[in-house]
């Protein structure tokens, strides 16, 4: 694909509840990232991949949070027991390596009830 | 946690004026980035800066890294309706780009 593809772009649900947010990065880049982005704020750091391995998870704010890279291309972040404060843009980027410039989707909006 | 400090975090102007927003953090960055946000949409990278102390020219744009490499500032030459966005600067230590917390840019025609 031409860029990095994110889905489902809105995605609303009921406190509690599990959600599954992909990232399609740019085909060939090695690095992927997650944020998460308020309004009007800038975006907040939750992991990074370098390939296939999780490099830094640091910024999961908690076990809620799960995020998999299994082919080192698509991943997945994993929202378990979603309560309304998680409810946020989440992006994703990708990169060729660390320090490059990160290309972005235009994110999942999720918003918990 | 965000690292980076971004001053103004709003800002409204007239067509033609100049401005400065500034990325501030006690923290040391082997390189600085700055992006621009619009609505709807993901960060698109404006420029990289890498050495301490340089200046880089982007057409009205002018953005510094401080000689410590801790801040950067962006300057917007004769401002126009297109530069209209959220301007976010964002730091790399270690593994991760921490982001600063944001400019949002209104100029007015």
């Known amino acids: 694909g031409a860029g990095v593809s994110q889905t489902p772009s809105n995605k609303v649900t009921e406190k509690g509840k599990y959600v599954e947010l992909r990232c399609d990065p740019i085909?060939?880049?090695?690095?992927l990232y997650w944020y998460r982005q308020s309004l009007g704020q800038g975006p907040e750091f939750l992991i990074y991949f370098q390939g296939t391995g999780a490099a830094d998870d640091s910024g999961l704010p908690n076990d809620r949070f799960f995020a998999v890279r299994p082919e080192g291309s698509v991943s997945t972040l994993k929202i378990q027991r979603t309560e309304r404060g998680d409810s946020a843009v989440y992006l994703c980027?990708?990169?060729?390596?660390?320090?490059?410039?990160?290309?972005f989707g235009e994110g999942s909006r999720l918003t918990v009830l | 946690t965000q690292l980076l400090e971004q001053s103004p975090q709003f800002l409204s102007i007239q067509e033609g004026e100049n401005l400065t927003v500034y990325c501030n953090s006690s923290?040391?960055?082997?390189?600085l980035q700055w992006y621009r946000q619009e609505p709807g949409e993901g960060p698109v990278l404006l420029v990289t800066?890498?050495?301490?102390?340089e200046v880089k020219k982007l057409k009205r744009l002018t953005f510094q890294f401080g000689d410590a490499r801790k801040d950067s500032s962006l300057h917007i030459t004769a401002a126009q309706p297109g530069d209209t966005g959220l301007y976010l600067c964002?730091?790399?230590?270690?593994?991760?780009?921490?982001f600063g917390t944001g400019t949002s840019l209104t100029v007015i025609p």
């Open positions: 980027a990708s990169s060729t390596g660390l320090g490059g410039e990160l290309f």
């Open positions: 085909s060939g880049h090695t690095a």
């Open positions: 964002a730091g790399l230590t270690g593994n991760q780009f921490y």
């Open positions: 923290s040391v960055f082997s390189s």
């Open positions: 800066v890498v050495t301490g102390g």
